[in-house]
Nanobody, 117 residues
């Protein structure tokens, strides 16, 4: 089974940028849709963006569209989230997920993003 691990989180000032990575091991991502979600303590995990297996289609939550870019490199077995113009409300733990039988069946442990001055 595929194991996912996120990296790239950290502390950034408002207006700054971060690039998150989601590295897969134990299997290939090349045939599967993948996604990013985020969660703030006390709130439901929320959708951020997803990408189909061949990068042909991408979807974004309305509050990150035009600021975040999801992409993937199937050769490197890795997915990415490029985040720009970060706002304090983007502070959350960011999780990557991979589709398994049409549900988000495997998740990474998450990486913390803090946007603060």
């Amino acid at each position: 089974q595929v194991t996912l691990v996120e990296s790239g989180g950290g502390l950034v000032q408002p207006g700054g940028s971060l690039n998150l990575s989601c590295a897969a091991s134990g299997g290939t991502i090349k045939d599967s849709a993948m996604a990013w979600f985020r969660q703030v303590p006390g709130k439901e995990r929320e959708f951020v963006a997803n990408i189909v297996w061949n990068s042909y289609a991408k979807n974004y939550a309305s509050d990150v569209k035009d600021r975040f870019t999801i992409c993937r490199n199937n050769t490197k077995n890795t997915m990415y989230l490029q985040m720009t113009d970060l706002k304090p409300e983007d502070t959350a733990v960011y999780y990557c997920a991979i589709s398994v039988e049409r549900v988000w069946g495997r998740w990474g442990p998450g990486t913390q993003v803090i946007v603060s001055s």
